[in-house]
């Protein structure tokens, strides 16, 4: 069974950068698309950025510019740089992956998650 497990967070001053993980335990099929999402406090979950098996990258406005994303599929793991980071950038970031070719940011896309990890952006 394919599980996926988000590393890398943590507590970070405004302004600063975290690099998350997200580990596939068993091998991913190439094309599968990953996506990143944040959950702030309080509110829903929502895709911030996706990327294909070949590579092509999406981000939701409020990441574009300040966020990249990349994978390893030899690696079976997907990066998210996180650079100039807000304090509305805090909460629990999770990766997850869905079936088919294309990219989707809806969380109701027919994702399977991992367990999250916590971000605090905070002076």
């Known amino acids: 069974q394919l599980q996926l497990v988000e590393s890398g967070g943590g507590l970070v001053q405004p302004g600063g950068s975290l690099r998350l993980s997200c580990a596939a335990s068993v091998g991913t099929e190439d094309n599968y698309p990953i996506a990143w999402f944040h959950q702030a406090p309080g509110k829903e979950r929502e895709g911030i950025s996706c990327?294909?098996?070949?590579?092509?990258?999406y981000y939701a406005d409020s990441v574009k510019g300040r966020f990249t994303i990349s994978r390893d599929n030899a690696k079976n793991t997907v990066w998210l740089q996180m650079n100039s980071l807000k304090p509305e950038d805090t909460g629990v970031y999770y990766c997850g992956i869905r079936s088919g070719v294309w990219c989707a940011l809806e969380p109701d896309a027919g994702y399977s998650w991992g367990q999250g990890t916590q971000v605090t952006v905070s002076a």
């Open positions: 990327i294909t098996g070949d590579h092509m990258t």
